[in-house]
């Protein structure tokens, strides 16, 4: 069994906890800057967010230990939001005196630069100018999961994207009776797919919170109508990103927008901006409450990226085009949905 290493502890890292610690794994989970709160609650009891206490054997260490949460460990796992991985991927690089291989859950992208770029890609650059003769052993982890059923051991699918043999041989012993992995080498795919599902399931969002202020049960063709093109505009742009479009139609594109539309934080965000919100004030009162939406921050960079592996692809992605028009420029969201709907019958 190995030594495991997770950075951050919130939803998913917490919640990543219980099937390693199963597995006979030795797991500490770290605290970043933004976490100290959370790992003084979960030591004397239940974890904030999860509403129930850590495994027992679980080992704690608050920000200011990263140096002793990470000695003598085999495997990281990073587990913050897109927006704070590189601060916690930089400080990683300064307290490692050797390269490990390393799995994140972090979905959406980064900025690096002036350059938008998956995960990975921004990973892979600051590796290589911290171990320069080594290659990244790198695992995304990919939907869908809920941190809490999975910390309620709910059957739970997942899948990962992997490069080199030492990350290969690690997660063949992540699974559990409730929790089932499986595997893919198309990075690009998986990444892609958990960054634009965010964006997508605010739609489907913006569709629940407009009907439901009109006091209307009943809109179920229209959301399928959007879920089918959510999928087909994600199809495209992973095609644009040079992965796979068969990664799309898997866990990790329809089964991870499924769960996300349904229950997630970004779901949640598109109903309050579809009940008439203001979406900038939406996601800061969402922030203030330590929900985090990054699908709205994902969107703004969405559109850098675009910009980059194709242009003029906006054109062919009218599900996605309503989108930004309500979230980042302000328009009306049900003339922006009505006029998709009108507009778009056979697009992709």
């Not at 030795?26 to 790992?39: A, F, M, Q, Y």
């Not at 704070?84 to 980064?110: A, C, S």
């Not at 995960?119 to 990919?142: I, N, Y």
């Amino acid at each position: 069994m190995a030594e495991v290493a997770v950075l951050g502890a919130g939803y998913m890292g917490s919640a990543i906890t219980f099937p390693l610690c199963e597995n006979g794994h030795g797991v500490r989970l770290w605290g970043t800057w933004l976490d100290d709160g959370l790992i003084e609650a979960a030591r004397e009891g239940a974890h904030p967010r999860l509403q129930k206490p850590l495994p027992r054997q679980l080992q704690l260490y608050d920000s200011i230990a990263l140096e002793q949460a990470l000695k003598g460990t085999d495997f990281i796992i990073i587990a913050v939001t897109s927006e704070g991985f590189l601060p916690v991927f930089e400080r990683l690089l300064e307290t490692l005196d050797r390269p490990l291989p390393l799995f994140t859950l972090t979905k959406g992208f980064v900025e690096l630069g002036d350059e938008v770029l998956r995960v990975s890609e921004g990973a892979t650059r600051l590796f290589k100018e911290r171990f320069t003769t080594h290659d990244l052993q790198w695992a995304s982890v990919g939907g869908p999961v809920k941190a809490v059923e999975l910390s309620d051991k709910i059957p739970t699918a997942t899948v990962f994207g992997y490069t080199g043999p030492e990350v290969a041989a690690f997660f063949s012993t992540f699974p559990t009776s409730y929790y089932r992995v499986s595997a893919t080498r198309d990075v690009r795919g998986v990444e892609l797919s958990s960054a634009l599902k965010n964006v997508y399931a605010i739609g489907m969002g913006i569709c629940d919170g407009i009907h439901k202020r009109a006091g209307v049960e009943y809109y179920h063709n229209f959301k399928a109508f959007i879920f089918n093109q959510a999928i087909r505009e994600m199809a495209l742009l992973i095609g644009e990103g040079r992965g796979e479009r068969e990664t799309v139609f898997d866990l990790a594109g329809v089964g991870d927008l499924y769960v996300t539309s349904a229950s997630g934080r970004n779901g949640i965000f598109g109903r309050k901006v579809g009940a008439g919100g203001v979406p900038e004030e939406e996601y800061r009162r969402m922030l203030d409450a330590d929900e985090v939406a990054e699908g709205y921050h994902t969107l703004q960079l969405l559109m850098k990226y675009i910009g980059r592996v194709g242009e003029g692809i906006l054109e062919q992605l009218p599900l996605l085009s309503a989108i930004k028009r309500t979230v980042l420029g302000g328009e009306n969201p049900r003339d922006e949905l009505l006029r998709f709907a009108e507009n778009c019958c056979s697009a992709g």
